[in-house]
């Protein structure tokens, strides 16, 4: 028998909060939900295919980001 998720049970299966939940559906890292009536639901499916696609994208390499004050260019820094 197939059984669509309310919020609560999502946030108990990825072990996470309700604001998380929400969060990631708008970051677009979980799958909108589908609106029956007055309620939300989702697809244990697509839950599973969006943490997969997680899982994939942690493999791929993040671009080298600087942390601190940004450096002036060398063309900037001979204008004195």
């Not at 969060?23 to 997969?52: C, F, H, Q, Y």
């Not at 993040?62 to 940004?70: D, F, K």
Request: glycine share 4%; net charge positive; with cysteine.
């Amino acid at each position: 028998e197939f059984m669509y998720m309310n919020v609560r049970a999502v946030s108990e299966y990825l072990s996470l909060s309700k604001s998380a939940i929400y969060s990631m559906v708008k970051e677009g890292d979980l799958p909108k939900p589908i609106r029956l009536g007055g309620s939300v639901r989702w697809s244990p499916n697509e839950i599973d295919t969006a943490i997969e696609k997680l899982k994939e994208k942690r493999n791929v390499p993040l671009a080298h980001t600087r942390r601190g004050r940004p450096r002036k260019l060398a063309s900037q820094a001979q204008c004195t």
